[in-house]
Each structure stands twice: as structure tokens, then as C-alpha cells.
């Protein structure tokens, strides 16, 4: 009796023994069929309504020779969306364009030596305000001439003057009606301004006789050729300069 139970009591001892080798022994490494097809995984993006969508695959590479020991990563099919531009959002993003640059003077307005065929005298200054130039009549049948602007419709002049001042940077004191005229139309003008680049006189001024009229520079030279004045002449700063030198006080100006 006591050897039928020995031998049953090893019956059960030994498998579980057995099993408890197997189970730290080394196992073989797990081999995957190449025939294997992993599952697809959709990543869903939601696009907007009517914007087209792209698909692309995304693999995971093995190296060559290689025993993959686990299930490879899925293959994974991406969507990707294009968003048509939003055309008020794109206006706003967008850089903003270049400003203009400012008017440019036509060149014909430039300073050049002419043939000169009048009848004033050398060093006497003939202004033409329908062609918008002014000459220095010089000796030799030669005039050095400048463009100009010349007294809008309403304020332009002719006559006979003489230069009786002449200042560098001139502070300008707007008339009493300049002044009334401008409030009229909402502008108000100073009493008086310093001079400097800012000035509307420009850089230099010769005084015509007792009227309120001047030679002058200007801040905004590409009015030079227009009749943009209350009936004083303009010229470049650079060109007026370059008269200024060239004149003296009691020179005649001739305004025609």
C-alpha cells in the first residue's frame, strides 16, 4: 500500500518539476510569417468642408537580416489636409505694399544754359508763368533758365519789380487774407513760422519790390512746372540757392 502511494506521490511531483525547468529554461525565438499583413490604422483629421485631402503611408523600417522578435508597428495612413486660404485672413497676413514714393519733378524743369533772343539786359530776371521757367539773362545771347511754379488761376501777376531783400531760411508771416482764406476752407495757418525745412518758403527768398510776392524755395518740389502759388514763384531750394548767389538787391524781375 505504501509503495502505490510513493509512486503515486512522485506521478505528481515529477511534471511539476519538470514544468518548473521549463519555465526558466532559454525558449526559442519567436518567428512572425512574412506573409503576416498588419492591421491599417486611420488617423482622421477632420477637413473642412470641400478642401482636398492626401494620403500617404508611413512604413517602419527594419534593418536587413534582422529576426523581428515582436509584431512589427503598424502601418499607419495619414491624412493630410489642405486648407484652401482664407483670402480675407491671406490680405491681412500679407506684407504690406511699398507707399509710393513721392511725385518727381519732370526733368525738362532742370537748370540749363539757353539761347536767349529778348530784349532785357544781362543779370535781369525774365519769368514766362505759361511755360513755367524763369531766365537769368546772361551776356553773350544766353540765359541760365529754371523751372518754376507759378500763381494758380486767380493769383497769377505781371509786371516790373525789383529785388529790394534777400534771406536765408526765411521765417514766413502768412498774410491776413491768406490766413482768412484758409479758415474758410478749414485750415489754419500759423502767425507766423520759423524758418527751416519745414517752411513753405524754402531754403532762400528774394523780396519783389512792396507787393507781398516773393522768389522763393519750396518744401515740395515736385510743384515745380504747376501754378500751385498765391502768386509767389517757386523754385527747388537747390536751384533757388543757386540764383540767390547769383543776384543781387536792385536786380529787375520781369514777370510776363
Given at each position: 500500500?505504501k509503495?502505490?502511494?510513493l509512486?503515486?506521490?512522485?506521478?505528481?511531483?515529477l511534471?511539476?518539476?519538470?514544468m518548473?525547468?521549463?519555465?526558466?529554461?532559454?525558449?526559442?525565438?519567436?518567428?512572425?510569417?512574412?506573409?503576416l499583413s498588419?492591421?491599417w490604422?486611420?488617423?482622421?483629421q477632420?477637413a473642412?468642408?470641400?478642401?482636398?485631402?492626401?494620403?500617404?503611408?508611413?512604413r517602419?523600417?527594419?534593418?536587413?537580416?534582422?529576426?523581428?522578435?515582436?509584431?512589427?508597428?503598424?502601418?499607419?495612413?495619414?491624412?493630410?489636409?489642405?486648407?484652401?486660404?482664407?483670402p480675407?485672413?491671406?490680405?491681412?497676413?500679407a506684407?504690406?505694399?511699398?507707399?509710393?514714393?513721392?511725385?518727381?519733378?519732370?526733368p525738362?524743369?532742370?537748370?540749363?544754359?539757353?539761347a536767349y533772343?529778348?530784349?532785357?539786359k544781362?543779370?535781369?530776371?525774365?519769368?514766362?508763368?505759361?511755360?513755367?521757367?524763369?531766365?537769368?539773362?546772361?551776356e553773350?545771347?544766353?540765359?541760365?533758365?529754371?523751372g518754376?511754379g507759378?500763381?494758380?488761376?486767380?493769383?497769377?501777376?505781371?509786371?516790373?519789380?525789383?529785388?529790394?531783400?534777400?534771406?536765408e531760411w526765411?521765417?514766413?508771416?502768412?498774410p491776413?487774407?491768406?490766413?482768412?482764406r484758409?479758415?474758410?476752407?478749414?485750415?489754419?495757418?500759423?502767425?507766423?513760422?520759423?524758418?527751416?525745412?519745414?517752411n513753405?518758403?524754402?531754403?532762400?527768398?528774394?523780396?519783389?519790390?512792396?507787393?507781398?510776392?516773393?522768389?522763393?524755395?519750396t518744401?515740395?518740389?515736385w510743384t515745380?512746372?504747376?501754378?500751385?502759388?498765391?502768386?509767389?514763384?517757386r523754385?527747388r531750394?537747390?536751384?533757388?540757392?543757386?540764383?540767390?548767389?547769383?543776384?543781387?538787391?536792385g536786380?529787375?524781375?520781369?514777370?510776363?
Open positions: 500500500m509503495s502505490i502511494l509512486c503515486a506521490a512522485l506521478a505528481v511531483l511534471p511539476a518539476s519538470a518548473a525547468q521549463d519555465r526558466y529554461a532559454e525558449r526559442p525565438p519567436l518567428v512572425v510569417s512574412p506573409d498588419a492591421p490604422v486611420m488617423q482622421l477632420r473642412p468642408h470641400g478642401a482636398p485631402i492626401r494620403e500617404r503611408t508611413v517602419r523600417q527594419v534593418a536587413p537580416g534582422a529576426r523581428m522578435a515582436v509584431a512589427p508597428a503598424p502601418i499607419v495612413r495619414q491624412r493630410s489636409v489642405v486648407i484652401a486660404p482664407d480675407v485672413h491671406t490680405a491681412a497676413m506684407p504690406a505694399a511699398p507707399r509710393d514714393a513721392a511725385p518727381q519733378m519732370d525738362i524743369f532742370l537748370p540749363q544754359e539757353v533772343t529778348g530784349r532785357e544781362p543779370g535781369t530776371i525774365v519769368i514766362d508763368t505759361n511755360a513755367k521757367f524763369l531766365y537769368l539773362v546772361q553773350g545771347g544766353t540765359a541760365r533758365r529754371y518754376v507759378v500763381g494758380k488761376e486767380g493769383f497769377s501777376w505781371r509786371g516790373s519789380e525789383t529785388i529790394t531783400r534777400k534771406a526765411p521765417g514766413w508771416t502768412p491776413a487774407q491768406m490766413i482768412a484758409e479758415r474758410a476752407k478749414g485750415k489754419i495757418l500759423p502767425a507766423h513760422m520759423p524758418g527751416g525745412p519745414e513753405p518758403l524754402g531754403a532762400r527768398a528774394l523780396y519783389l519790390g512792396s507787393t507781398l510776392y516773393r522768389i522763393h524755395g518744401n515740395a518740389p515745380i512746372g504747376q501754378a500751385v502759388s498765391s502768386g509767389c514763384i523754385m531750394n537747390e536751384d533757388v540757392t543757386d540764383l540767390y548767389e547769383r543776384v543781387k538787391v536786380t529787375r524781375v520781369v514777370v510776363s
